[in-house]
């Protein structure tokens, strides 16, 4: 049985399938940036009205929080879609679904980094195979 955090994990990841296909459709109609200014501005506009009525109004966030989640929105979302939205036009969905997988090497280093994570044996070969898939797959054809 799976606990709540990986259910989660595959609930993302099986939208992120049926979205990666729905911006690759869109994706042939509307430049990167364009495509993503108008993804965000709908998102915040359901998202916002949620957490409100979710979380309330006040949500005791300090300054530096606030700053944070503003810059992960400008590094995620703003610059991190934007290119991923490019990538996607150029590779198709099915290449973009596997080099897209980069993504987690990444937040395994910078989760070692930044966070103090440790991996056992079986997360540094997990880390390794994927790292070289991508690697093996990212080559052009």
Not at 101 to 113: D, K, T
Not at 116 to 128: M, P, S
Request: hydrophobic letters at 55%.
């Amino acid at each position: 049985m799976i606990g709540l955090g990986e259910a989660c994990a595959l609930g993302s990841a099986a939208t992120w399938a049926v979205g990666v296909v729905m911006y690759r459709r869109l994706g042939e109609q509307l430049p990167p940036l364009a495509l993503n200014a108008i993804k965000s501005v709908i998102v915040l506009t359901l998202l916002l009205p949620t957490a409100f009525l979710v979380h309330g109004a006040n949500l005791g966030l300090s300054s530096i929080e606030i700053g944070l989640a503003v810059l992960s929105g400008l590094v995620g979302i703003a610059l991190a879609d934007t290119l991923y939205l490019r990538a996607l036009n150029e590779l198709g969905a099915g290449r973009m679904g596997i080099v897209g997988n980069a993504y987690s090497p990444f937040v395994i280093l910078l989760g070692v980094v930044f966070l103090g994570e440790r991996l056992g044996a079986i997360q540094i070969l997990g880390f390794l195979l994927v790292s070289g898939g991508v690697l093996l797959v990212a080559k052009p054809p």
